[in-house]
């Protein structure tokens, strides 16, 4: 069975490529800053935030007792989450749509998911 979802909040994952430019130029920041403001004026901004890029990261696995620290990231691939805002919206259509206009504004891939209960 599918779990529950709250359907009025969503995850926007930045992704950047390990390879590519992380950090936005100032025109990009413009227009986050911008798309920001949109969705603090509009009641859905609840967190937005970038994070450190992968050799940044500290991976723990302790699963059965594993006790495994390790400087490097938990997924391996050419993407990696480079940013992320968290929103409110009723309207999954168009909870899309603003995540088709994050992916336009940040000049990134945006993965878009909604929260579970």
């Known amino acids: ?6 359907s009025m909040r969503y995850l926007f994952a930045v992704m950047a490529q390990v390879k590519g430019t992380v950090l936005a130029g100032p025109d990009e920041m413009a227009n986050i ?12 901004l609840v967190l937005a935030a970038g994070v450190a890029e992968p050799d940044m990261s500290v991976v723990f696995d302790n699963r059965g007792g594993l006790g495994e620290v390790r400087q490097s990231s938990a997924v391996a691939g ?16 168009t909870a899309h749509k603003l995540g088709a206009e994050a992916s336009l504004v940040c000049n990134r891939i945006v993965e878009v998911r909604p929260f579970l209960v």
Do not use: K
Not at 1 to 6: A, E, F, H, S, V
Not at 35 to 41: A, I, S, T, V
Not at 78 to 93: C, H, P, S, T, Y
């Open 33 to 44: 800053n911008r798309f920001n403001d949109m969705l603090r004026d509009t009641g859905r």
């Open 1 to 6: 069975p599918r779990p529950n979802i709250i």
């Open 78 to 93: 050419d993407l990696f989450m480079a940013g992320f805002w968290v929103i409110d919206e009723e309207n999954r259509d």
